[in-house]
């Protein structure tokens, strides 16, 4: 879960998705952003838990029964949580620097200007162009897949999370520079092709937007690990036992 309505969601789906009713068998669910984890009160008898994990599933979330200590596993779903967008993070810092030298760095000096202006691939089109396009593809599709496979799950059953957003933002993005691109490789030359070339910067956009996302996804979940690294320390402050003293003869309460 990323926001909070793929958690409202989850419990809109559960209590009305049966034309207004709850599915047969559910009472009640509450879900935890928090913590990742589902409280659901249901009729054995009516639903099995694996129908339960199948539902949530089909709304494109992962989903298992909590086993042994469930504070626990909250902590160990929320450290490979931050531990997940920290690889996407890096990655996509790592795939976002060769386009700030080739946008702002490169064309600043006059030898290397010259070079990315007059080094054609194909048609006209310029290096650094197909290096964007190249770059922004893999951010796209390679590291912000998991956007776009929650969209769909969330679209399928009628809902728009901040997945959908993502989503249609960076697409919108990459789908116009690549228009732009496809333009250039018809053969225009001169001022248009120029023009073309410049507006095909869009596809930084694209690397901007999903680097952003999983920058503050990071955080979220970092601050979500400390939050529950503190709940679980004051929990384990709770008095468990106490002494109480009669006279001499004092008789240890557990």
Wanted: aromatic share 8%; net charge negative.
């Amino acid at each position: 879960m990323t926001c909070a309505s793929c958690s409202s969601c989850i419990e809109r789906h559960f209590m009305t998705s049966n034309e207004g009713s709850p599915i047969p068998g559910i009472h009640s669910i509450s879900v935890s952003l928090l913590t990742h984890q589902a409280v659901v009160k249901f009729d054995l008898s009516q639903i099995k838990p694996r129908k339960i994990l199948e539902e949530i599933e089909d709304l494109g979330f992962e989903a298992d029964l909590a086993q042994g200590n469930d504070q626990i596993d909250a902590q160990h779903l929320c450290w490979a949580e931050q531990e997940k967008f920290r690889k996407k993070m890096v990655v996509s810092v790592i795939l976002y620097l060769p386009m700030i030298a080739f946008m702002w760095l490169l064309p600043n000096f006059d030898v290397t200007r010259q070079a990315l202006i007059s080094f054609k691939i194909w048609r006209g089109v310029p290096l650094s162009v197909i290096v964007l396009w190249a770059l922004s593809s893999v951010t796209l599709f390679g590291i912000g897949s998991s956007f776009f496979r929650s969209a769909q799950a969330s679209l399928k059953h009628g809902q728009a999370n901040m997945d959908v957003l993502i989503a249609l933002s960076t697409s919108a993005a990459y789908a116009y520079g690549t228009f732009l691109l496809i333009l250039g490789l018809k053969g225009y030359e001169g001022d248009l092709l120029m023009k073309i070339m410049e507006l095909a910067h869009n596809f930084e956009t694209t690397s901007v937007l999903i680097m952003i996302v999983l920058i503050g996804k990071y955080i979220e979940t970092f601050s979500k690990s400390k939050t529950i690294d503190k709940l679980s320390e004051l929990a384990s402050l709770g008095v468990t036992s106490a002494n109480l003293v009669e006279e001499t003869n004092p008789d240890k309460i557990q």
